[in-house]
């Protein structure tokens, strides 16, 4: 398997973990885990159910506090924050997808998107307007209908959208394929990935499937707590 990395240069990393370390229930899930990934990069974490991968991914978020280690997010180390100081960092540097869109159903996709931002404080004219040249820009319909009564590979395109308002400099994805058939997975993988050229975020994406996971940079196994190359993988393939 090719392990593409993104072109070598300054350091311009948006996400450096260091020896996070999280146990719960008696479970180490992360043990000394370490991640870097740069602006432009897509890395995709695979492992086993249970593995820990959402909770590293909560960890990154900053909304569960590791036993040790360091979460840095464009630039600013997370542990060291204040809960309210987290809570503005995340909002002002992380966009976040998970596998059911987590959008307001009763909403339209634009208004879905435009919260994002309303909810930042941008006046609601700007918000409306970058929302709607967003939902243009990743093809979906944002007429009057509900968000509920859209295909889930629209819903997951307005998710797409709505963590894109705030222009983050890094995207989290959990499982946002695991609840589309297979030709909506490949339209809405395609779109995910394609933000790190078009916008430039550092993407990690959380997977089970190994054809979203193929069109990553690079692919890492979360194992005993640590990140791995998955068996096979070979280092070192320019892009
Ligand atoms: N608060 C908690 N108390 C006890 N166990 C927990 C708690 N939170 C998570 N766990 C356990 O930690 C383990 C890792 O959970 P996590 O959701 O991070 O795994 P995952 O790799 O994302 O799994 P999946 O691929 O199935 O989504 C699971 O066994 C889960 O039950």
Not at 36 to 64: F, I, M, N, Q, Y
Not at 203 to 219: C, I, P
């Amino acid at each position: 398997m090719n392990q593409r990395r993104a072109p070598e240069g300054a350091d311009d990393a948006v996400l450096r973990v260091c020896g996070l370390r999280y146990a719960v229930g008696g479970r180490t899930l992360l043990d000394g885990l370490d991640l870097r990934v740069r602006a432009g990069e897509a890395v995709a974490v695979t492992g086993p159910s249970g593995s820990g991968k959402s909770t590293l991914l909560s960890c990154l978020l900053g909304l569960l506090r590791p036993d040790a280690g360091t979460v840095e997010v464009a630039g600013t180390e997370l542990t060291g924050l204040s809960g309210r100081a987290r809570n503005v960092h995340r909002r002002d540097t992380i966009g976040a997808v998970f596998q059911f869109g987590e959008l307001l159903p009763e909403l339209t996709p634009l208004e879905n998107t435009a919260l994002a931002a309303l909810l930042c404080g941008m006046p609601r004219r700007e918000a409306y307007a970058r929302a709607s040249a967003l939902l243009t820009e990743l093809s979906v319909p944002f007429d009057r209908t509900p968000t509920a009564q859209l295909s889930g590979g629209e819903r997951q395109r307005t998710a797409v959208a709505r963590a894109l308002m705030n222009r983050p400099r890094l995207l989290l994805a959990d499982e946002p394929t695991g609840a589309l058939d297979e030709d909506t997975r490949d339209g809405v993988a395609e779109l995910l990935f394609s933000v790190r050229e078009r916008w430039g975020c550092g993407l990690v994406v959380v997977t089970h499937d190994l054809s979203v996971a193929a069109l990553a940079d690079r692919q890492l196994r979360l194992e005993r707590g640590r990140l791995v190359p998955p068996p096979g993988a070979v280092e070192g393939q320019p892009r």
